[in-house]
């Protein structure tokens, strides 16, 4: 109930008054090119994109707000209704689509770039020793699989696709796929074509 109440404060919100910066808009679009204050209203009621605006607005909040507050309260429940656990502190590039809900977690320090897709039972960590010790940077254009986990102070290239259950825990050239377990890297032109679309130019 509590959820519904949020979102309907939302809607109020945009109504009254309909502004969306660019990061906004270009996450909104991923969603079946979704756009303006109707197309919006709408994506509020998909899991994915509604929680990544909660997270686009913590981050721009002040520290200590009424905003900050709210949409941290959301956040909160959103993460405990759908089993995404994504700090707002990570930096994540506009055009970010959540494919499905269910579990997601990605430490606060990772790094992701534009128009990259994830999907449930996702991991991007980090590693505690040796010489991976760290957390990933990932570039433009990267689907990530179901199950796959993607961890340690590794740099994955744009326009990668990593396979369903696939354990990245090596440096990933561009233009490539990884697949498996350990995992192998396969050298592909377009390997995300098909896979990352409704891209807002």
Not at 9 to 21: R, S, V, W, Y
Not at 32 to 51: H, M, Q
Not at 143 to 152: A, F, K, L, N, Q
Request: net charge positive; charged share 15%; aromatic share 10%.
């Amino acid at each position: 109930m509590k959820l519904e109440i949020g979102l309907s404060i939302l809607i109020f919100q945009i109504k009254k008054k309909a502004t969306m910066n660019r990061t906004i808009k270009a996450d909104l679009y991923r969603y079946n090119e979704l756009s303006g204050t109707k197309g919006f209203i709408r994506g509020l009621r998909n899991p994915g994109f509604a929680y990544t605006y909660i997270l686009r607005k913590i981050a721009e909040s002040k520290k200590y707000s009424l905003k900050k507050l709210f949409f941290t309260f959301l956040k909160s429940r959103y993460a405990n209704k759908y089993g995404f656990q994504i700090p707002a502190s990570t930096q994540i590039g506009e055009g970010f689509y959540i494919g499905h809900f269910g579990t997601i977690v990605i430490n606060g320090k990772a790094t992701i770039g534009k128009n990259c897709n994830i999907t449930h039972n996702v991991t991007i960590g980090q590693a505690n020793r040796g010489k991976l010790k760290g957390y990933p940077t990932i570039g433009d254009n990267v689907w990530m699989g179901t199950g796959s986990v993607i961890v340690g102070n590794i740099t994955i290239g744009s326009n990668v696709l990593i396979a369903p259950n696939s354990f990245v825990n090596v440096d990933v050239p561009a233009n490539s796929m990884v697949l498996g377990n350990p995992c192998k890297i396969i050298s592909k032109e377009n390997p995300c074509e098909g896979y990352i679309n409704h891209v807002l130019m």
